[in-house]
């Protein structure tokens, strides 16, 4: 896979969890994963089609997840319910729908599919063939991570 993949959706998180949670953000180091386990609480799965193909994963603690479902919805959450769920599959699919913006500036051709919510760590993903790399995101409330695994479909 190739690392320039990675940097639309990085762009994207940033400029989304900046500008619309009023938080700031601090790239971490990009890192190769072979497990394709899921190694966070909450992840959001959003498919990619088109010139590239393949999928992202953004990942959360609960806790995280909470305090940025919060944020967004602009009071604070008790628990992670059906409301906070949505919020958070919301932010994949917005950040998500702003990388495919950034490839089509590229000229690389790509759609989104609906946010899939995964609840609990530990879930295999695998786009078989297709290695995944991380990079992590430090915000004020934890880390997210950002996992993509896409080929190009030329």
Do not use: W
Request: proline share 4%.
């Amino acid at each position: 896979m190739k690392v320039e993949y990675v940097e639309p959706f990085v762009a994207a998180a940033m400029n989304i969890l900046s500008s619309e949670l009023q938080i700031e953000v601090e790239r971490g180091k990009l890192r190769a994963d072979g497990s394709y386990f899921t190694t966070k609480e909450v992840s959001v799965l959003i498919g990619i089609t088109g010139e590239v193909e393949g999928n992202v994963v953004y990942g959360f603690h609960r806790i995280v997840a909470m305090d940025i479902a919060s944020r967004m919805l602009g009071h604070p959450l008790k628990e992670f319910d059906e409301m906070s769920k949505s919020a958070i599959a919301e932010l994949g699919n917005i950040i998500s729908g702003h990388a495919a913006t950034l490839f089509e500036k590229r000229k690389i051709a790509c759609a989104i599919s609906p946010p899939s919510l995964i609840i609990g760590k530990g879930t295999r993903i695998q786009t078989v063939g297709i290695p995944r790399l991380v990079i992590p995101l430090e915000i004020e409330f934890g880390e997210i991570e950002i996992g993509v695994s896409l080929r190009e479909n030329f």
